[in-house]
C-alpha cells in the first residue's frame, strides 16, 4: 500500500495551535498596557495645554487666578493656584484612565 502524507498531523496542528495561544496570551496584556498609556498621554497633553492657556490668559490680561473646575473630552480637570512670596504655583489634578491622581504645575514669577 501507497503512503500519501497529505496534510499535518493532528500533533502538528495542536504544536501550532499552543504556540499560537503562547504567543497571543503575552502580547494581549501589553497592547492593552500600551492602549492605556496612550489614553494617559492624551489627557497629560490637554491638562498642559489647559494649563498653558490658563497661564497665559492671566497674565497678558491681568485676569484674577481663581480656581476652577473644567471639563475636557469627558474628563474633569481642577485648576488651582497657589501664592507664595516670589512665584504663584499653578497647578491642573485630574484622573487618569487607570484611576490615579494626576497633577502638572508650573512656577510663575510675580
Known sequence: MKNCSKGFSFSE???AFSIW???TSLLIPQVIMITIERVNT???ITAY???HEKVQHAAFHKAEMHDEVLTKDNIVYKLKWEEEEAYSKPC???ESANNK????CLLLSK
Open 21 to 23: 495561544t503562547i504567543i
Open 101 to 104: 491622581e494626576k497633577k502638572a
Open 13 to 15: 496542528t495542536l504544536a
Open 42 to 44: 492624551k489627557q497629560s
Open 49 to 51: 495645554k489647559l494649563l
Open 92 to 94: 491642573v489634578f485630574w
